[in-house]
């Protein structure tokens, strides 16, 4: 198992600050624990997870937004500046 994987199986299995613990105590840690309790562990496969993130809704204000953000960085060559322009400061020459 993976490091992530060991932390969340100790966190089911109700050891305290595991992700503080190390690798091999956790192993160890998680085997007296299956010993004791019976446990099975189950073991997402790789390609198995969810979708992150917000869900696009087509027509959203928020997807206009978005495009209008993506069509001003097309124009700048990937910048977009956000806020207030800055005022230049004028140089008094000294007399």
């Not at 992530?4 to 007296?32: D, F």
């Not at 001003?72 to 020459?93: D, F, L, S, W, Y």
């Amino acid at each position: 198992m993976n490091r992530q994987e060991l932390v969340l199986t100790a966190s089911k299995a109700g050891i305290k600050k595991a992700s503080t613990i190390k690798s091999v105590v956790l192993e160890q840690m998680i085997a007296e624990f299956n010993n004791n309790n019976n446990l099975k562990i189950k073991v997402m496969e790789p390609g198995t997870t969810k979708q992150k993130g917000r869900p696009v809704v087509e027509g959203s204000a928020r997807q206009a937004r978005l495009a209008a953000r993506a069509a001003r960085a097309a124009q700048n060559g990937g910048i977009v500046k956000r806020g207030r322009p800055a005022k230049a400061k004028e140089t008094e020459a000294a007399a």
